[in-house]
């Protein structure tokens, strides 16, 4: 079992930052790809980044094209954390963000495809 526990949510205007953090806690945190998530009220939870296991000391990041440039993904192994730093924020980023473990190399797009998920922190851009 991995629990996650997200934090750094909160109110911010547009064109803000946010920096979330994800603390793992229980099974080894460098054997897992990490992913965050998002979902917005009666929508469907969306990719937004994720972030390998490292591979041979390089870490491989993806990003939903509406947050590249914006957010960058990142990962303490020694403080077994994965942050998204959120730069220039938009109304559209609102959403309830979740951190997501996968027991894999690299992460995934895809949400069925992690095995365990935090709670989530609520994000809200206003305008």
């Known amino acids: 079992q991995v629990q996650l526990v997200e934090s750094g949510g909160g109110l911010v205007q547009a064109g803000g930052s946010l920096k979330l953090s994800c603390a793992a806690s229980?099974?080894?945190?460098?054997?897992?790809?990490m992913g965050w998530f998002r979902q917005a009220p009666g929508k469907e939870r969306e990719f937004v980044a994720a972030?390998?296991?490292?591979?041979?000391?390089?870490?491989?990041?993806d990003y939903a094209d509406s947050v590249k440039g914006r957010f960058t993904i990142s990962r303490d192994n020694a403080k077994n954390t994965v942050y998204l730093q959120m730069n220039n924020l938009k109304p559209e980023d609102t959403a309830i963000y979740y951190c997501?473990?996968?027991?894999?190399?690299?992460?995934?797009?895809?949400?069925?495809?992690?095995?365990?998920w935090g709670q989530g922190t609520q994000v809200t851009v206003s305008s």
């Open positions: 972030i390998s296991r490292s591979i041979t000391n390089i870490y491989y990041a």
């Open positions: 997501a473990a996968r027991a894999a190399s690299y992460g995934s797009r895809h949400h069925p495809d992690y095995d365990y």
């Open positions: 229980g099974r080894t945190f460098t054997n897992y790809a």
